[in-house]
């Protein structure tokens, strides 16, 4: 096992640190520059073919369904085709309608999650076409789905998973692209994207150099019983990814809000013992996240920004951690690697069995 881990303590840090080299190795190949898009031979569908869906759904289970979540939004941005994520597990079970001009999409990192593969039976039962973000190949998944992206970002041991959710984001957006280039998305926006995905190993580095202060902030948080993370639009996923990550492993209670929903009830909890984790990138919604940081300070509430160089956040926040500024489509993929390291800090000032936490398996193939 030492010689597995490289010189890591767990394979949790192994493999977030793996990320630079996994994305590059993922992105090779697959960025068409002469046409401003994706190179997908393994999704099986021609340009006409992807012309004809009308709509996306995409399932996963946990943090697959938040990546998902996620997919859906970098579908609607770069597509403009409405598609939406929900929980392969709520969705096996109510008896979905199945619509031909839907393309459903699963994400799954074993690729042998059973509430995902019985998504995508009952999707082919019902005539649908269902293709799959999957990373573990040859899976019972990648098997039994009509086409694919293979997410490449090789073994994850640790149960908590970080690099193969980073590789799901990243094949959203390229699914995306390949969507929006046979509907309005323009060679130039293509080539934006794709200029923006070529960026995204170097800043990841970047970004895990900072890795002191994440671990100073993430010691700050871990002292708390519960936090909050919160996000607004294309931040959400990003806080219910980070919450979700934090909860896994150091086993304190952290929920994720729509920054927006604040006002509407959870703002009552706020007090110097419940710190927020709050995401602020630099976009059309930079003010708005911000005053409502500015909200939970006035109630004596710690909060620990994840933001982009040169957002002015004045008193609204304790401390600050910086990502790079990216396109904004693809920000939300950077945004969340800081949170992975939060996550992984608090869980070992703990003292917790980082890559073994209790009741979780690494997948789930009981119903
Ligand atoms: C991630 O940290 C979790 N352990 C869990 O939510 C996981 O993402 C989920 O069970 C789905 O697994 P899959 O990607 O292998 O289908």
Do not use: W
Not at 7 to 27: A, N, Y
Not at 31 to 47: S, V
């Amino acid at each position: 096992e030492e010689l597995e881990l490289g010189g890591h303590d767990h394979f949790m840090h192994k493999e977030i640190h793996e990320q630079p080299e996994s994305v590059e190795r993922m992105l090779t190949g697959r960025l068409d520059d002469r046409f401003g898009t994706a190179k997908l031979a393994g999704l099986n569908l021609e340009p006409r073919d992807l012309r004809r869906f009308e709509r996306v759904k995409v399932l996963g289970c946990g943090s697959a369904y938040y990546v998902g979540q996620l997919g859906a939004s970098m579908i609607e941005d770069l597509a403009r085709i409405p598609a939406d994520a929900e929980p392969a597990s709520e969705f096996r079970y109510r008896n979905p309608i199945i619509e031909p001009s839907t393309l459903y999409v699963v994400v799954s990192q074993s690729g042998e999650t059973a509430d995902t593969l019985f998504a995508v039976r009952e999707v082919q039962r019902k005539g649908g076409t269902v293709v799959g973000l999957v990373n573990a190949v040859g899976s019972s998944i990648a098997r039994e789905v009509d086409g694919g992206i293979y997410l490449h970002a090789g073994p994850e041991v640790a149960v908590a998973s970080t690099k193969a959710l980073t590789h799901m984001s990243i094949g959203f957006a390229l699914l995306a692209l390949a969507l929006g280039r046979v509907h309005d998305l323009s060679f130039a926006d293509g080539q934006r994207i794709i200029a923006g995905l070529r960026a995204l190993p170097a800043q990841i580095a970047e970004i895990l150099a900072g890795e002191e202060a994440l671990a100073a902030a993430a010691e700050e948080l871990a002292t708390a019983p519960s936090l909050f993370f919160v996000g607004r639009v294309r931040g959400y996923p990003v806080a219910r990814e980070g919450a979700q990550k934090f909860k896994e492993i150091t086993y304190r209670h952290a929920e994720a809000y729509p920054t927006s929903e604040l006002k509407h009830g959870p703002l009552a909890l706020i007090s110097p013992e419940l710190p927020s984790v709050a995401i602020i990138p630099e976009d059309d919604l930079v003010e708005r996240n911000i005053t409502a940081a500015q909200e939970i300070r006035a109630r004596g509430g710690a909060v620990v920004a994840i933001t982009h160089p040169g957002v002015e956040l004045g008193d609204a926040a304790t401390s600050r951690i910086e990502v790079p500024r990216n396109e904004v489509e693809l920000d939300p993929i950077l945004l969340t690697i800081p949170t992975q390291l939060l996550g992984y800090h608090a869980a070992v000032a703990l003292g917790e069995d980082v890559d073994r936490p209790r009741n979780l398996a690494k997948s789930v193939t009981v119903e």
